[in-house]
């Protein structure tokens, strides 16, 4: 309550106080009962008066007090026109995830790449030292505002290796003796296997080390299983190697990859630069 304000609520006492003291003296200077009464009622009419017009006065003060408070109270919704588009929330994940990566030394090398044909692109990752003791590739998605680690491998290492084409597909190979290869189809944010291909050796009866071909897990001859190995890798293909010395080409030539060149990974200030320029500005 400002100080106008409390003036006014003071002037109220004050003025009974007033009447009061008026009142005693004329009962005590002898005026005749009429005229007491008259002054009385006078008195009492302009105490009313000045009382209702305080009253008045301070119901006018709250309301333009009230007024004034809401012409400064700052709106809650900025106008549509001034509003910042959202970020995806993908690139707010791969961020931290480049920054993690990096800063903890798993990887340094990065890119995205479009595996689905979802809005969202899939990160790849790996290290240009390729450590054959942890795992040194990488390739994650995000589902439902979370982080998804797709597939990852010791790159190098019997045969480790991961690969993907832009039709869906994520190929995954590896094996102590021999070659088996595992074909995924990326969907919702899981892999789905989709294609396997094993090509081991065992000992046969003399226990000499001779070559077991299989497809999805049904014994066929050689030519079967490049035939069927071939029409998959047709279909799916071409695919492209995550290795830890470059972004290959992989070329499928008589029921094997041979890679073909290189193409460059991004850093991690590279990739942070470029998901910043993702992040709606």
């Not at 012409?71 to 106008?79: N, R, V």
């Given at each position: 309550m400002n100080l106008k304000r409390i003036a006014k609520r003071i002037a109220a006492p004050a003025l009974s106080l007033m009447l009061a003291a008026a009142l005693s003296a004329c009962s005590q200077g002898g005026n005749a009962e009429k005229q007491t009464e008259e002054v009385k009622e006078t008195k009492t009419?302009?105490?009313?008066?000045?009382?209702?017009?305080?009253?008045?006065?301070?119901?006018?003060?709250?309301?333009?007090?009230?007024?004034?408070?809401?012409?400064?109270?700052?709106?809650?919704?900025?106008?549509?026109?001034?509003?910042?588009?959202?970020e995806p929330s993908y690139v707010t994940i791969y961020r931290n995830l480049v920054s993690e990566m990096s800063d903890t030394g798993v990887a340094d090398q990065f890119i995205l790449a479009q595996i689905d044909d979802d809005e969202?692109?899939?990160?790849?990752?790996?290290?240009?030292?390729?450590?054959?003791?942890?795992?040194?590739?990488?390739?994650?998605?995000?589902?439902?505002?979370?982080?998804?680690?797709?597939?990852?491998?010791?790159?190098?290492?019997?045969?480790?290796?991961?690969?993907?084409?832009?039709?869906?597909?994520?190929?995954?190979?590896?094996?102590?003796?021999?070659?088996?290869?595992?074909?995924?189809?990326?969907?919702?944010?899981?892999?789905?296997?989709?294609?396997?291909?094993?090509?081991?050796t065992e000992p046969d009866a003399d226990g000499e080390d001779v070559f077991v071909y299989s497809v999805n897990g049904e014994e066929v001859t050689p030519e079967e299983y490049e035939k069927q190995l071939s029409a998959f890798v047709t279909e799916n293909g071409p695919f492209m190697g995550i290795d830890y010395d470059g972004l290959s080409v992989l070329e499928f030539e008589n029921g094997r990859f041979s890679y073909m060149h290189q193409l460059a990974?991004?850093?991690?200030?590279?990739?942070?630069?470029?998901?910043?320029?993702?992040?709606?500005?």
């Open positions: 009419q302009e105490a009313a008066a000045v009382i209702q017009s305080t009253e008045a006065a301070d119901e006018k003060e709250n309301t333009e007090e009230e007024a004034a408070s809401e012409e400064e109270t700052p709106s809650e919704e900025e106008p549509e026109s001034e509003k910042k588009a959202d969202i692109p899939e990160l790849l990752a790996t290290s240009s030292e390729g450590p054959f003791d942890r795992e040194n590739t990488f390739i994650y998605t995000v589902y439902e505002d979370e982080p998804v680690l797709l597939a990852s491998a010791i790159a190098g290492v019997d045969g480790a290796s991961l690969s993907y084409s832009d039709k869906g597909m994520i190929r995954q190979t590896g094996s102590l003796t021999g070659r088996t290869e595992v074909y995924s189809r990326l969907a919702d944010g899981a892999l789905t296997e989709e294609f396997r291909a094993k090509e081991m990974y991004w850093t991690a200030e590279d990739t942070l630069s470029t998901l910043d320029s993702m992040g709606g500005e």
